[in-house]
């Protein structure tokens, strides 16, 4: 059986056999441009409206609805067919909304730091799962009086470890719901081939990879997959993707106290920033708590410092500001309830050295 945002429009033509096409297109437009439910479709006879519900249901079933103390971050926990659950989460702007989708069900990129990384690796999702989050966050944005604005592949999972179905999401994003691909960044913590697939696809889509250190030694043990695809190779196929895009890449740095806010880390990043014409953006993210992970985030004055050393050699950096902390929904804190006795992974920390 197919779901409702997995099926192409030939497929719900062949699933709704012997109705006319133009019917098809009423139940397509609905879905994709009036993100209607079945129930809404009113253009639609009854009898073909509860047949959708028969032939084309959804994939994704609520469990639990969280939002933030101060009301701007909404977290959606969904359990799928077969009992796997993924989170997505919306960031609520005054007249915007970003939607921060999974990819997977769970992560087997191993990066201690992540809470989706300590739960472990289950499934990759379909395409469905995936456009479903979005048409769903588009649904609520509009009851909300909001339009949403981007769609960023940051969620649970490594999207460039399951290229084919992200970008049959990406197609469906930005062909059916809309969204222009400027608004539609792919995040990877560095699956070369993954980035260089993305490079061959159509759509000029923002790509940002977790990049935490920038040298190996350090990278290998926060970012195992680093081993595999050390900083060189992964530096090489950012820089030819900007090359066929002429889209900046980005460089998300998740600033953990003594292990890569030091003088020296802003060095080595501002430098591997600069080999890249214009240099890189970074994006600075001050570690979010998870159970299973002994180390904290720098604090917010060594976040601040840390930014002006960036900028002072050089290159734009941005300071994400935490959002969603007290619901679990900030960066590396998403983990479908999977995280109740994560055992903790240890790091070697150094103490802060100048340059």
């Given amino acids: 059986m197919s779901t ?37 479709l009113t253009s639609v006879p009854k009898e073909l409206r509860a047949r959708l519900d028969e032939v084309a249901p959804l994939a994704l079933t609520q469990v639990a609805r969280r939002v933030s103390d101060d009301g701007d971050t909404v977290k959606y926990l969904w359990q ?43 499934r990759h999702l379909t395409v469905g799962e995936i456009v479903e989050q979005v048409a769903r966050a588009a649904r609520e944005s509009k009851d909300l009086g909001r339009r ?52 061959g696809r159509p759509l000029p889509v923002n790509l940002a990879v977790s990049l935490h250190a920038a040298n190996d030694a350090d990278r290998n043990r926060l970012v195992p997959m680093n081993k595999r695809y050390p900083l060189d190779e992964l530096t090489r196929a950012c820089a030819d993707y900007l090359q066929v895009k002429g889209r900046r890449i980005s460089f998300e740095w998740a600033l953990i106290e003594g292990v890569n806010d030091r003088d020296r880390d802003a060095d080595e990043l501002a430098r591997l920033c600069r080999r890249f014409h214009p240099p890189a953006h970074v994006n600075l993210i001050p570690l979010n708590p998870t159970p299973g992970w002994p180390t904290k985030g720098s604090s917010p004055a060594r976040v601040r410092e840390f930014r002006q050393l960036l900028e002072d050699r050089g ?41």
Avoid: K
């Fill in 80 to 122: 799928l067919d077969d009992g796997n659950r993924i989170e997505t989460v919306l960031m609520l702007y005054p007249d915007r909304v970003t939607v921060c989708v999974s990819s997977q069900a769970g992560c087997a990129m191993g990066c201690g730091f992540c809470a989706t990384g300590q739960a472990g690796f289950e």
């Fill in 148 to 199: 949403l604005a981007n769609v960023v592949f940051m969620g649970m999972g490594e999207p460039l470890a399951n290229e084919a179905a992200v970008w049959g999401a990406v197609e469906r994003i930005h062909g059916d719901l809309g969204l222009s691909a400027r608004h539609l960044t792919i995040s990877t913590i560095g699956i070369v081939p993954g980035i260089r697939a993305l490079a």
């Fill in 315 to 355: 290159v734009n950096a941005t300071v994400r500001r935490n959002r969603g902390t007290d619901i679990d929904a900030a960066c590396g804190q998403l983990a479908a309830g999977h995280h109740d006795g994560a055992q903790p992974v240890s790091i070697e920390t150094r103490p802060r050295q100048p340059g």
């Fill in 4 to 40: 409702r945002y997995h099926c192409t429009r030939e497929e719900l033509a062949e699933l709704l056999g012997g109705e006319p096409r133009y019917r098809v297109d009423q139940v397509w437009r609905g879905w994709y441009e009036q993100l209607a439910t079945n129930e809404e």
